[in-house]
């Protein structure tokens, strides 16, 4: 695969995780798919561990989008960049806002995918959690 078709296939992941189209997601990866991060904690690994977290910040954030802000690709990988924003209405235990406030949320989430024959195998995120949980109200800005 090319660099320009692995970056269609992330694009069209996010595409599918910000639709909230989990189906649309399996014949992205393979099946031998690992989250390189070992996934969230307490949750199944790959990428049904993946769909559950994916699920439980829609429940807190129905609204919630993703916009890819970059995209950068070398051989097998691809990076991308991307903005994510929505509102609390269904509670954030997990950024330390149990109760539903609708409050806003906007912060980046950086993501870089392991492609092999157009298929993920591994990969690797990292989202502002510290900046969505100020946003929420789950912690209290240092000041």
């Known amino acids: 695969m090319t660099t320009d078709q692995n970056t269609d296939v992330v694009r069209a992941i996010e595409s599918a995780w910000d639709a909230n189209r989990l189906d649309a997601?399996?014949?992205?990866?393979?099946?031998?798919?690992?989250?390189?991060?070992?996934?969230?904690?307490?949750?199944?690994?790959?990428?049904?561990?993946?769909?559950?977290?994916?699920s439980g910040v829609m429940a807190a954030f129905p609204d919630r989008h993703v916009e890819i802000l970059d995209t950068v690709a070398e051989g097998d990988r691809v990076f991308a960049r991307m903005r994510v924003t929505g509102t609390n209405t269904g509670g954030a235990a997990f950024l330390g806002q149990p109760e539903a406030n609708g409050a806003k949320i906007d912060f980046e989430m950086w993501s870089l995918y392991r492609l092999q024959d157009g298929k993920v195998v591994?990969?690797?995120?990292?989202?502002?959690?510290?900046?969505?949980?100020?946003?929420?109200?789950?912690l209290k800005p240092p000041m």
């Open 25 to 54: 997601l399996d014949g992205h990866f393979a099946p031998s798919f690992a989250n390189a991060q070992s996934g969230t904690p307490g949750l199944p690994g790959g990428l049904a561990g993946s769909k559950m977290a994916h």
């Open 122 to 138: 591994e990969h690797w995120g990292l989202n502002d959690g510290i900046t969505g949980m100020i946003q929420v109200g789950g």
